[in-house]
């Protein structure tokens, strides 16, 4: 019997150290993220599909606020303790995480042969020939409305600058509905939903763009100035109290249903789909007139890199092949509606109104947002500080030409355009 017992104690034993060695070979990796409104779809969609097909690696994902992320991610790396996959902002603040070797070449990684170069671009070194990130979505601007309140009044999609404030005209003078849910507060929104939304119909797109990088163009000139022009008539179609209205504020008029249009990223269709209690429908940036060729923002916007200092190195690897990989692209586009797919394979998208985003790009011609590329990498920040003159020319503290004048000097205190 003691001999029985005995072996029962050491086979029960055996049996605890082996499970306990396979508990330990489990790897766990840490996202980091700014996207902290997709918690849930982590949890619920990317990382089972993943762990499921990767048995031995756990996948946390670990958001922080959108407007701490690089301050807190910057003090991480600096630090050495940051996650191991290191969501990446589009451009020259990746681009410097990877000078600083915080983020591992990823050039023949396994599934980038997915991306094309321009799908690249926001995360390759500035002669192409190195790629830190593997690229995963793209944002569209535009402007989400409320179908309801536009069949209510009449009013058709506004195709022309005219049509816009024709329509905002009819939507104040109802007084159902605030015209446009816009706020200041928050800087950032007037800049983003407002100028960048708006101004590459003015500057023509990537011809703007590249002529301002390259020296050719000033913030000064028309087609820079212009679109400060038309924003700053959207005051008195903001509503009272726009100054200290913060973005989550401008989300909430919108989805309450009070509120008729909307400046938005196409990032907003997962949030509204589930708030909103009417039918929405989505126009691209008005033109300043009929017949003008239309230019839209279609924004590489998201990324993910291998922290140079993780434990788990060929783990997290395994992790960005699969993100490179048609069946995340998939997973991703149709559990986020709004982030388009990067991957050169098509994805079909389920959600009408990101279908109605993305139809865009064949009618309208395509290009990155102005401050993004170069011109942000000197002090003051071109990005930030068109943040501050976007706001202040909305609040009407600014004119149009006074807020160029500020960016451009600003601008040449630093920023020496290659000969």
């Known amino acids: 019997m003691k001999n029985t017992a005995l072996k029962s104690f050491l086979l029960a034993s055996s049996l605890l150290t082996s499970a306990g ?5 489990d790897v766990t990796l840490t996202v980091e993220s700014w996207r902290n409104d997709d918690l849930q779809i982590w949890q619920e969609k990317i ?3 993943f762990e499921a097909k990767n048995p031995g690696i756990k996948i946390v994902f670990s958001p922080t606020a959108p407007t701490e992320y690089n301050a807190s991610l910057n003090a991480k790396l600096d630090a050495g303790s940051a996650g191991d996959i290191i969501t990446c902002r589009p451009f020259d603040a990746s681009l410097e995480l990877f000078n600083k070797k915080q983020l591992v070449d990823i050039t023949s990684l396994p599934g980038m042969e997915n991306f094309s170069p321009v799908a690249k671009a ?5 002669d192409g020939k190195s790629t830190f ?3 995963m979505a793209s944002v569209i601007h535009g402007f989400i409305y409320n179908k309801d309140a536009f069949d209510k009044l009449g009013i058709s999609i506004p195709k022309t600058e005219d049509e816009f404030f024709a329509a905002l005209d009819k939507i104040k003078a109802d007084g159902t509905y605030i ?3 816009m706020g200041t507060k928050d800087l950032w929104e007037a800049a983003t939903m407002g100028y960048q939304n708006i101004g590459p119909n003015y500057w023509k797109g990537e011809e703007g763009r590249e002529a301002l990088i390259a020296g050719k163009q000033k913030l000064t000139d028309a087609d820079w100035v212009k679109p400060y022009e038309e924003l700053a008539k959207w005051k008195p179609y903001l509503g009272d109290g726009f100054e200290a209205q913060t973005y989550s504020d401008s989300q909430n008029l919108f989805t309450l249903g009070r509120a008729a249009i909307y400046p938005a990223g196409s990032w907003e269709i997962s949030l509204f789909n589930t708030q909103a209690q009417f039918k929405m429908g989505a126009f691209p940036p008005p ?16 990324g993910v890199a291998l922290n140079a200092k993780s434990k788990h190195a060929e783990e997290a690897k395994k992790f960005l092949s699969w993100v490179a990989s048609p069946e995340f692209a998939d997973i991703y586009a149709n559990s986020l509606p709004g982030f388009f797919s990067l991957n050169s394979n098509p994805v079909k998208m389920s959600d009408p109104l990101a279908q109605e985003f993305v139809s865009w790009r064949g009618p309208y011609k395509s290009t990155v947002r102005s401050t ?3 011109l942000s990498r000197g002090k003051p920040n071109l990005e930030n500080e068109t943040w501050v003159e976007s706001a202040n020319v909305i609040n009407g503290t600014d004119t149009p030409a006074v807020a160029a004048e500020k960016l451009q000097k600003g601008l040449d205190s630093w920023y020496k355009p290659a000969k």
Do not use: E, M, N, R
């Open 372 to 374: 993004y590329q170069i």
């Open 179 to 181: 015209p446009l849910a």
């Open 47 to 49: 990382i089972p599909a």
């Open 122 to 126: 926001a995360w390759s070194t500035d």
């Open 21 to 25: 060695l396979v508990h330990a070979a």
């Open 133 to 135: 990130c593997v690229p």
């Open 287 to 302: 033109v300043p007139k009929a017949g003008d060729t239309g230019y839209i923002s279609d924004h590489p916007d998201i």
